[in-house]
């Protein structure tokens, strides 16, 4: 079974593993160096009062994206 879902549909607090990203572009390099490569564990950590953008805890590093980039995210 496929439970696949967005990094951008995450709920707080909640931890998935990128499965694809389906960026491409510059905005894909740059999410692959900040380690979003399949098999990473993400942390939802908080969402901004608009909802966009969200801080998600990477590999160490509190880093955050906007819906327009989350959304291009697979994770299960």
């Known amino acids: 079974m496929n439970t696949a879902k967005t990094l951008h549909s995450m709920s707080e607090g909640t ?6 990203l389906l960026n491409d572009g510059s905005i894909r390099r740059r ?5 979003l ?7 939802c ?14 590999r160490g590093a509190v ?4 819906e327009e980039d989350s959304s291009k995210v697979l994770v299960e």
């Not at 931890?15 to 694809?20: D, N, Q, S, Y």
């Not at 950590?45 to 990477?58: E, H, K, N, T, V």
């Open 63 to 66: 880093i955050a994206l906007r």
């Open 45 to 58: 950590m908080q969402r901004s009062p608009s909802g966009d953008p969200i801080a998600y805890l990477i």
């Open 15 to 20: 931890t998935a593993r990128v499965t694809a």
């Open 37 to 43: 490569i399949e098999g990473t564990p993400v942390l």
């Open 31 to 35: 999410l692959q160096d900040i380690g």
